[in-house]
């Protein structure tokens, strides 16, 4: 199972860091992503990060403005996120799959429940 959290309300220009931690078949092996989904919009990549913690992927439209880290002891990964813009709204979800660093949301097989953040402008 995977849980998201740290979403909530932040003005633009401002910083939050969302937390997945992970338990059961989703360990310490697997690949980590965060996607999101805007209200009336498909869910999009964010990020993923690799078991170790050393190969990290972004979207374009946050490259530079969000970070991935993980902390496997904690079974835990983090999405840090600065420079926030009222457009990165949404509903924020972290996901894992034993299979190869995907961009794809059929690429990953265990999903958390999303956690919301809000951008106000």
């Known amino acids: 199972q995977l849980q998201a959290s740290g979403g909530g309300l932040v003005q633009a220009g401002g910083s939050l860091r969302l937390s997945c931690a992970a338990s059961?078949?989703?360990?310490?092996?697997?690949?980590m992503g965060w996607f999101r989904q805007a209200p009336g919009k498909e869910r999009e990549f964010v990020g993923a990060?690799?078991?170790?913690?050393?190969?990290?992927n972004y979207a374009d439209s946050v490259r530079g403005r969000f970070t991935i880290s993980r902390d496997n002891v904690k079974k835990t990964v983090y999405l840090q996120m600065d420079s926030l813009k009222p457009e990165d709204t949404a509903v924020y979800y972290c996901?894992?799959?034993?299979?190869?660093?995907?961009?794809?949301?059929?690429?990953?097989?265990?999903w958390g429940q999303g956690t919301l953040v809000t951008v106000s402008s």
């Open positions: 059961g078949r989703t360990t310490s092996t697997s690949v």
């Open positions: 996901a894992a799959t034993r299979s190869t660093m995907s961009r794809a949301v059929l690429g990953y097989d265990y």
């Open positions: 990060i690799n078991s170790s913690g050393v190969r990290k």
